[in-house]
């Protein structure tokens, strides 16, 4: 039987596995062949090198489809192996690299659009995924801003319900996120990194810079509407599952959370990583969003409590609030709904303004 840490993150984030494209089979396959938490990734990692060695298969066969598809496949794999796995950080930081490939390769494949964007910040550097519409010249875009131990090789198939509805897609690894978290620890002030990605994307011709979007899963869900605050250049802001004031719920955090929170914020034991947790905090922040603003979650949310969420919508002058009375944490066992409603939306609040002759 698997461990209680194997037991915890399946309870807590299988749907959302299988919802951001982790094969059914293979999660099954994974977690039948882990006893431990020790050796969730080494055994993730196993699965993501079968994805892969199929993928190269498929390349050299010339079947650019299906290596993409597989390509995908195995970062995602690997992405979640070393998600909030904090055993061996060096193999993590591997794991890190290693899926950031398989998604450039993937893509390569799947999209050719895509490109690959490196964002001055301060010491170091942040990194983005830019998707675009066929077919648009200048279509607005939609920053998508991820959580804790979360990343942009996650976000394959929510950057597709924008894409599908003419938005452009940005998934940014913001500070102690993805390979930007192996330089940068995490931070309250989420906005010195949407403000430098906007700076970067501003001398493009080939986006709508007067309709931008922003939208955060989990704690990116608190990231998005503190960075809205902060930059003016953002129409609409949507928070997935956010808190209010993260270090609210540390005790009632998974451990393997804590832990994580602890080792990418650099704090030096979990009392810091309790001080920290507490800096993010959206008190007297969210009543300086002037712009339209959905926050979204799930009634059973065992990881961020829904009223910290709606604590959010009702702080923000025009803010709206959707709470799924059966979805969990990110609403991601109900992705049907959620995500066509977060992307309606979206599109929605970005539309081309109507002209009147």
């Known amino acids: 039987m698997p461990d209680s840490a194997i037991e915890t993150a399946l309870a807590h984030w299988g749907p959302r596995l299988i919802q951001n494209g982790v094969d059914y089979n293979d999660l099954m396959a994974t977690v039948a062949r882990t006893d431990s938490w020790d050796d969730w990734l080494p055994q993730w990692n196993r699965t993501a090198d079968e994805q892969a060695e199929f993928a190269r298969e498929a390349d050299a066969t010339g079947h650019t489809l299906t290596a993409g598809q597989a390509w995908r496949r195995a970062s995602v794999n690997r992405h979640f192996g070393k998600f909030v796995w904090m055993v061996d950080l060096d193999l993590a930081a591997e794991a890190t690299h290693r899926s950031v490939q398989e998604t450039i390769t993937a893509l390569a494949r799947l999209d050719p659009s895509a490109e690959r964007l490196e964002v001055p910040l301060g010491e170091g550097r942040a990194f983005a995924n830019l998707r675009r519409p066929p077919g648009a010249e200048r279509p607005p875009y939609v920053v998508v801003i991820p959580g804790l131990d979360s990343t942009k090789e996650e976000f394959f198939y929510f950057e597709q319900s924008f894409l599908d509805r003419g938005l452009a897609t940005v998934s940014l690894d913001g500070p102690g996120q993805g390979e930007t978290g192996l330089v940068l620890p995490i931070r309250p002030d989420y906005e010195v990194a949407l403000t430098p990605l906007l700076d970067l994307l501003a001398a493009r011709t080939d986006l709508d810079h007067d309709r931008i979007g922003v939208a955060g899963v989990s704690l990116g869900g608190y990231y998005a509407p503190r960075a809205v605050a902060h930059e003016p250049r953002v129409a609409a802001v949507a928070g997935i599952s956010g808190p209010f004031r993260f270090g609210d719920m540390w005790d009632d955090l998974p451990p393997m ?26 008190t007297g922040v969210c009543r300086q969003i002037s712009v339209p603003a959905l926050y979204i979650t799930g009634k059973l949310d065992r990881l961020i409590p829904w009223q910290q969420t709606q604590r959010q919508a009702d702080e923000t002058p025009k803010g709206t609030f959707v709470n799924f009375p059966t979805g969990n944490h990110g609403v991601s066992n109900l992705p049907s709904k959620a995500r066509p409603m977060i992307a309606d939306w979206m599109a929605d609040q970005l539309a081309a303004p109507t002209t009147t002759a």
């Open 257 to 282: 959370t804590r832990q994580t929170f602890t080792v990418k914020s650099g704090a030096r034991d979990e009392e810091e990583g309790r001080r920290i947790a507490l800096t993010l905090d959206l």
